[in-house]
Nanobody, 120 residues
Framework: QVQLVESGGGLVQPGGSLRLSCAAS????????MGWYRQAPGKERELVAG???????DYADSVKGRFTISRDNAKNTVYLQMSSLEPEDTAVYYC??????????????WGQGTQVTVSS
């Protein structure tokens, strides 16, 4: 059973910073891609940032230049450094991982979500 455990959410003032972490645990062969999505009240879940095992990263236009995604393959962990936060960044942030099982099949997993609130 694979689990994704997120941490680092909270309340921050506009212009502030937060760092989210997501660690994958369990039995699997390899993590191919990891990323962060968010869902604000009344809106659909959207991709914030993603990174492939080989290195390429992708960002939503709304966070480019403010957020940075990184990962530690040895720790099966992905991070999201968020700076210059805006009230519009308020949402539940979800970690996502695309994992190759020992069987060779691929599966997508989600974390439980962590709340980020940007407010003065």
């Amino acid at each position: 059973q694979v689990q994704l455990v997120e941490s680092g959410g909270g309340l921050v003032q506009p212009g502030g910073s937060l760092r989210l972490s997501c660690a994958a645990s369990g039995r699997f062969f390899r993590i191919n891609a990891m990323g962060w999505y968010r869902q604000a009240p009344g809106k659909e879940r959207e991709l914030v940032a993603g990174t492939h095992r080989s290195g390429p990263t992708d960002y939503a236009d709304s966070v480019k230049g403010r957020f940075t995604i990184s990962r530690d393959n040895a720790k099966n962990t992905v991070y999201l450094q968020m700076s210059s936060l805006e009230p519009e960044d308020t949402a539940v942030y979800y970690c996502n991982a695309y994992i190759m099982a020992t069987s060779g099949d691929y599966y997508a997993y989600w974390g439980q979500g962590t709340q980020v609130t940007v407010s003065s």
